[in-house]
């Protein structure tokens, strides 16, 4: 499907993801339409068309990037001095990468329920890959003598429950700074695996 002369796909294709992503984030998925995402954009209903199969596919594409891009981060901030150093980095990751994502985080953890069976399955494979990430920190942990835990998988998922709150409290300007809410949160971590 061609595009209209004169339009531009590397401003419209992105201005529509992020107009998709806000009015997801404010209203819910089920409640925003492509003829609203347009009207946010400043295009005709049928033109979005030209940039997007649909509304799901556009709710895919948020969660897979976000979380691709996580992924992402998390390799680069990977420690390879040891178990607690790798938790302190994943954790200091997850937490700073978070901060400035609301709406890209609230969509991965509320919205899942609207994506179609095969969306959801690559989706949940994305999560479990960042998941299992964070579990073989721990189960290395342990067996270096580093942790204490009686399951590693109930202690991946509280921490990961416990990471993915920070953006709906953390506010800059507030009492805590992003670096010591990073600290809190990766002494809490440690804490919680008995860190040696």
């Not at 329920?113 to 920190?137: T, V």
């Not at 010591?180 to 919680?192: G, H, K, P, S, T």
């Amino acid at each position: 499907m061609a595009r209209k002369s004169g339009s531009r796909a590397d401003v419209t294709g992105p201005a529509i993801r992020r107009a998709a992503e806000t009015l997801f984030a404010k209203h819910g998925y089920a409640a925003v339409s492509m003829r609203q995402i347009a009207a946010e954009v400043g295009v005709r209903a049928g033109a979005i068309y030209l940039y997007t199969p649909g509304k799901q596919t556009l709710l895919f594409e948020l969660m897979r990037d976000h979380l691709e891009a996580l992924l992402e981060e998390v390799g680069r901030a990977s420690a390879d001095d040891g178990p607690v150093n790798e938790l302190n980095a994943f954790i200091r990751c997850h937490v700073g990468y978070h901060f400035d994502r609301r709406d890209a985080v609230f969509l991965a953890y509320m919205e899942l329920r609207n994506l179609s069976a095969e969306n959801f399955a690559l989706i949940e494979g994305l999560r479990r890959k960042y998941e299992d990430q964070l579990e073989r920190i721990l189960v290395d942990g342990k067996r270096e003598g580093c942790f204490a835990f009686e399951d590693s998988r109930v202690v991946t998922m509280a921490l990961i429950a416990m990471l993915a709150g920070v953006h709906v409290w953390f506010r800059d300007g507030g009492r805590l700074s992003r670096n010591e809410v990073e600290e809190i949160y990766a002494d809490l971590a440690r804490r919680m695996v008995a860190a040696t």
